[in-house]
């Protein structure tokens, strides 16, 4: 059964750091391009951070610097280390993964990150 669990998130303080991270299972992991999105209220679900299946990733202009994501694929695991947090990095963050050979795209329920003093 495919499935998507996201972990890590909190409360922290502006400037502070957290480690996202999504646990796959169910899917070929390794041929997925995994990405994070988030979702601010009352704001559109917006792409932050994605890797391919080859390790290249790309990064939102508003998270690139702080955010560094990765994958562990011996895991079947993808993270997002988020640093120098800003209030506005307050969102839902949510796990995404894609397989091009079968159409396939399968999200997480999220995770809720509140960046405030």
């Known amino acids: 059964q495919l499935q998507l669990v996201e972990s890590g998130g909190g409360l922290v303080q502006p400037g502070g750091s957290l480690r996202l991270s999504c646990a796959a299972s169910?899917?070929?992991?390794?041929?997925?391009?995994m990405a994070w999105h988030r979702q601010a209220p009352g704001k559109q679900r917006e792409l932050i951070a994605a890797?391919?299946?080859?390790?290249?990733?790309n990064y939102a202009d508003s998270v690139k610097g702080r955010f560094t994501i990765s994958r562990d694929n011996a895991k079947a695991t993808v993270y997002l280390q988020m640093n120098s947090l800003k209030p506005e990095d307050t969102a839902v963050y949510y796990c995404?993964?894609?397989?091009?050979?079968?159409?396939?795209?399968?999200w997480g329920q999220g995770t809720q990150v509140t960046v405030s003093s």
């Open positions: 169910g899917i070929m992991f390794s041929r997925n391009t």
């Open positions: 995404a993964a894609s397989d091009i050979v079968i159409n396939r795209r399968a």
């Open positions: 890797i391919t299946s080859g390790g290249i990733t």
